[in-house]
């Protein structure tokens, strides 16, 4: 063998490699494409050398969100959120190390997958695993923790054996005889009703479950990121109708929609005591939740969808669509519809929150991604609000968390760079909700993303008052004695935040003014914008058949 080359293979053997550049490459070996954080030493590190790999990262101004703004990628693209968390140094645990906390055994009760790798040469496989089990089954966050001497020392570079990107998730089928039940069950309804899901959106599903709604003519409610799996304004959509249809279905049929608090439990007087649910999932330990089901379909809600197609099919039927149900749907969405049109067409000032919406939805491209928090500012925005693709709504879901939408919003403007340039994004935030993380509009700025962020703003939290009433309180007495708990300063200037990093801002306080500003920043793709929206401060939705989830007696 030529002297060069033993030269070579000799140089290769004494070769030596951090911690984090092994971290670095085997996310990239997983197809890891994004990376948010907030730096420190020493896993600043671990983000310089996931860069040079070609790893986007995104820095924070907040953990929380940067942690959001991952979760809504893996979201966006299917590759769940992997946590990975820098600990004390192993020589120092029990010794009252810095910052030094139990964090795998503390992210074992909310994470699929908890970990420490046992060395260096470990953390191939342990990152392999993390990804795969995110992404297997029902999809779910994975924490590896990395004991800080890891970031910094040195191995072999010969030692460290990388895995191969795992292999996409099995695609699995429900049984034959339950979903011949379940078209049974069906085609035997006299009320029937489809509710799509998140988890719909998460499969890919859209093709087959909207061709089940338009061979069969059955009506469809979506929950809140469910909507655009079949566009929003598709005949078939009963979302104004959403009480009424879910308090008299006889027959509903769950698409990775789980039944909590989101669907009322699936319990009376919300529905009819004899409904029959008929549940699609991933997941088995969700079928049978709150109420005993009429048939389990357990598989990958595109592959069930499409069994039950054949069905269908098979031996051909439709739901009549000028039945009597279909009639009642129809006579409610029209009055509610009606009654939210009378809201929006109401000239005084301060504007409601359905004027605003409504001249929002007059403009809002059809193929933007809508992210939305809130009170009031997301529930009535949810109904007016339009989505008509798939994956185009992302707001604060099952446990109603603030602060996700500036995180939410930055990944959907990082995915839609990447994938469809120009396409916009437009967060629609309550003032309050705004709160929790406006400090990710440095952030948003720093990156240039085409983001626009509407603030909502009625002074408070569900309500505020206005700033002369304010103005008298405080004439008073302190303000800690006298103003309500859910009140803010009044006509705050949130828009002047986004100024402040080089944005455009806009203060609106008329429906002239909030068309003129929204055109201006849908024109302007050159930088992010604000338009802080003043509403009335005891502004609130118009009246509804049941209480919300929480009943207060104020």
Not at 22 to 39: P, R, S, W
């Amino acid at each position: 063998m030529p002297e060069s080359n033993l030269a070579e293979r000799s140089d290769r053997s004494e070769e030596q490699v951090s911690g984090a550049k092994v971290i670095a490459q085997a996310l990239k070996t997983q197809n890891v494409e994004y990376m948010f954080g907030v730096v420190g030493i020493p896993v600043t590190e671990i983000a310089i050398a996931a860069q040079e790999l070609g790893i986007r990262y995104i820095g924070m101004r907040n953990e929380q969100a940067a942690c959001y703004a991952a979760s809504a990628v893996g979201y966006l693209t299917g590759r769940p959120l992997i946590v990975i968390g820098g600990s004390s140094e192993r020589n120092q645990e029990t010794m009252g190390a810095f910052q030094e906390f139990p964090q795998v055994e503390a992210c074992r009760l909310y994470s699929k997958f908890s970990v420490r790798p046992s060395s260096i040469e470990a953390i191939p496989t342990v990152i392999e695993k993390a990804v795969r089990s995110s992404i297997y089954g029902r999809p779910g966050a994975c924490y590896v923790d990395i004991p800080a001497d890891f970031v910094t020392h040195q191995v072999n570079v010969n030692s460290v054996k990388y895995k191969e990107c795992c292999m996409p998730p099995p695609v699995s089928m429900a049984e034959t005889s339950a979903v011949g039940m379940a078209a049974s069950i069906i085609r035997n309804a006299k009320q029937p009703l489809l509710i799509i899901g998140k988890g719909a959106a998460y499969a890919h599903a859209e093709e087959s479950i909207r061709k089940l709604v338009e061979q069969c003519k059955l009506p469809f409610l979506p929950t809140p990121m469910g909507k655009g799996v079949v566009p929003d304004n598709h005949p078939n959509c009963v979302s104004a109708a959403r009480s009424r249809a879910l308090q008299f279905a006889d027959v509903i049929v769950l698409f990775g929609a789980r039944l909590n608090w989101i669907l009322h439990f699936g319990l009376p007087p919300r529905y009819r005591p004899d409904v029959k649910f008929i549940q699609v999932d991933i997941c088995a330990e969700e079928l049978g939740n709150n109420v005993r089901p009429a048939v389990t379909l357990l598989g990958d809600i595109n592959a069930v969808t499409k069994q039950l197609l054949e069905q269908f099919d098979k031996a051909p039927w439709q739901y009549p669509p000028e039945s009597k149900w279909w009639n009642t749907l129809r006579e409610k969405m029209k009055s509610n519809d009606t009654a939210s049109k009378e809201l929006a067409s109401k000239k005084s000032l301060p504007m409601n929150y359905y004027t605003v919406f409504y001249h929002i939805q007059e403009q809002l491209p059809r193929d933007c991604f809508v992210v939305s928090e809130g009170a009031n500012t997301m529930d009535i925005g949810r109904t007016v609000l339009q989505n008509y693709l798939p994956r185009h709504r992302l707001d604060a879901g099952t446990f109603g968390t603030m602060g996700v939408g500036l995180g939410f919003a930055i990944a959907a403007a990082l995915v839609a760079k990447d994938r469809n340039p120009g396409k916009r994004v437009i967060c629609v935030e309550g003032d309050s909700a705004f709160g929790f993380s406006g400090m990710e509009v440095e952030t948003i700025c720093r990156y240039n993303l085409p983001i626009i962020l509407l603030v909502v703003n009625n002074n408070g939290i569900y309500h505020g008052v206005d700033k002369d009433s304010w103005k008298e309180m405080l004439k008073c007495q302190d303000a800690t004695t006298v103003a309500p708990p859910m009140c803010l300063l009044p006509d705050s200037h949130y828009e002047q935040v986004m100024a402040a990093f080089g944005g455009k801002g806009y203060f609106v306080q008329t429906p002239e003014e909030l068309q003129k500003s929204l055109r201006q920043t849908l024109e302007d793709t050159t930088k992010p914008s604000l338009i802080n929206i003043m509403i009335e401060p005891q502004g609130t939705r118009k009246a509804q058949d049941f209480h919300w989830l929480t009943r207060s007696n104020m």
